[in-house]
């Protein structure tokens, strides 16, 4: 496939709870990006890699929430002792990270995560 | 502090009719580009267009084309011709110079197109 794949495509999970999300950027694409939309809002930005490292973790909202990419390409999202406020849907993106301005990013489907 | 703000929840246009959606950003950073997105009822987010801050001309991309008054930090989404596929939620979102290209977005605006 030529765009980001995410998976699972839904997750549902219990309070306490440790969840991992998947993302397979587009070949080529160097940066990868995490959000998060929750029900009715926009995105927020959680954290950006460059190849395997990850020089803006600043979205992260605790300490809970890690993410590793290994071999420049496949991303790890993981939330540990998941709570309810954790659930929304989780996106990937990925671009060339050209560092221009017009840099598009392009976005998985997502993954829906509730946490009962 | 850097914002996008989308002040319409909700938009309604008659199938073959324009509409416009209202986008307005605030950054003190001089350059900054600025980008539009639909996200349809599977979720997944689309790239529509894109405008850069010293761009001379407003962008254009087919139907869509993006009304920017840099002076008033406004970035409006013109969709010409709605057709019932335009159906969706549409997003503004904002990535300044020397940021590490992470995109910062408003809530967005459901728009309806009506046949």
């Known amino acids: 496939g030529a765009g980001v794949s995410q998976s699972p495509s839904n997750k549902v999970t219990e309070k306490g709870k440790d969840v991992e999300l998947r993302c397979d950027p587009i070949?080529?694409?160097?940066?990868l990006y995490w959000y998060r939309q929750s029900l009715g809002q926009g995105l927020e930005f959680l954290i950006y890699?460059?190849?395997?490292?990850?020089?803006?973790k600043s979205g992260l909202p605790s300490d809970r929430f890690s993410a590793e990419r290994t071999g420049g390409s496949v991303s790890t999202l993981t939330i540990q002792r998941t709570q309810q406020e954790d659930s929304a849907v989780y996106l990937c993106?990925?671009?060339?990270?050209?560092?221009?301005?017009?840099?598009?990013?392009?976005f998985g489907p997502g993954t829906r995560l509730l946490v009962l | 502090a850097q914002k996008i703000t989308q002040t319409q929840p909700g938009m309604f246009v008659q199938e073959k009719e324009a509409v416009t959606l209202d986008c307005t950003y605030d950054?003190?950073?001089?350059?900054?580009?600025l980008f539009w997105y639909k996200q349809p009822s599977s979720g997944e987010m689309i790239f529509l267009i894109y405008?850069?801050?010293?761009?001379?001309q407003n962008a254009t991309e087919g139907r869509y084309s993006l009304n920017f008054q840099k002076a008033r930090k406004s970035a409006n989404l013109v969709i010409s011709a709605s057709q019932l596929g335009d159906s969706a939620m549409y997003f503004c979102?904002?990535?300044?110079?020397?940021?590490?290209?992470?995109?910062?977005f408003g809530a967005g605006t459901r728009l309806a197109v009506h046949p």
């Open positions: 993106a990925s671009s060339l990270a050209l560092r221009a301005r017009r840099e598009t990013q392009y």
């Open positions: 950054t003190s950073d001089p350059s900054y580009g």
């Open positions: 405008q850069g801050s010293y761009d001379q």
């Open positions: 979102a904002m990535r300044l110079s020397g940021g590490y290209n992470k995109l910062i």
């Open positions: 070949s080529g694409h160097t940066a």
């Open positions: 890699f460059q190849g395997n490292s990850a020089p803006d």
